[in-house]
Nanobody, 133 residues
Framework: QVQLVESGGDSVQSGGSLTLGCVASGSGWVAGSYWMAWFRQAPGKGREGIGFTRRGSSTEYADSVKGRFTISQDNAKNTVYLQMNSLEPEDTAMYYC?????????????????????????WGQGTQVTVSS
């Protein structure tokens, strides 16, 4: 049973930085087999794609976070990271990582999308980020 576990969520002030981690574990997990993405969901809003990495070789970001957030992947540690800088109150949300087969995440115009939610193999349980002004 594969599990994705996020960590690193916290409360910070506007302008601050945080790094989230997402560790994959369990039988069936093959490092580097999936594209990994980060999503977030603010209270009362739908889930928003932040960005994704193509097995660590390249990344795409939503325009709302481009230049402030960075995704990286360490296959040896089965971990994907989300470095967040210049945080704003609008970044307050629950942050989730997700894994899908190659090709199912995409950037269309300014947004990160998934072809179908059913194509996401695994979701993490989320970690809360709160940014105060």
């Amino acid at each position: 049973q594969v599990q994705l576990v996020e960590s690193g969520g916290d409360s910070v002030q506007s302008g601050g930085s945080l790094t989230l981690g997402c560790v994959a574990s369990g039988s069936g997990w093959v490092a580097g087999s999936y594209w990994m993405a980060w999503f977030r969901q603010a209270p009362g809003k739908g889930r928003e794609g932040i960005g994704f990495t193509r097995r660590g070789s390249s990344t795409e970001y939503a325009d709302s976070v481009k230049g402030r957030f960075t995704i990286s992947q360490d296959n040896a540690k089965n971990t994907v990271y989300l470095q967040m800088n210049s945080l704003e109150p609008e970044d307050t949300a629950m942050y989730y990582c997700a894994a899908a087969a190659p090709g199912y995440f995409a950037k269309i115009q300014e947004r990160i999308v998934v072809a179908s939610p059913q194509l996401i193999n695994y979701w993490g349980q989320g970690t809360q980020v709160t940014v105060s002004s």
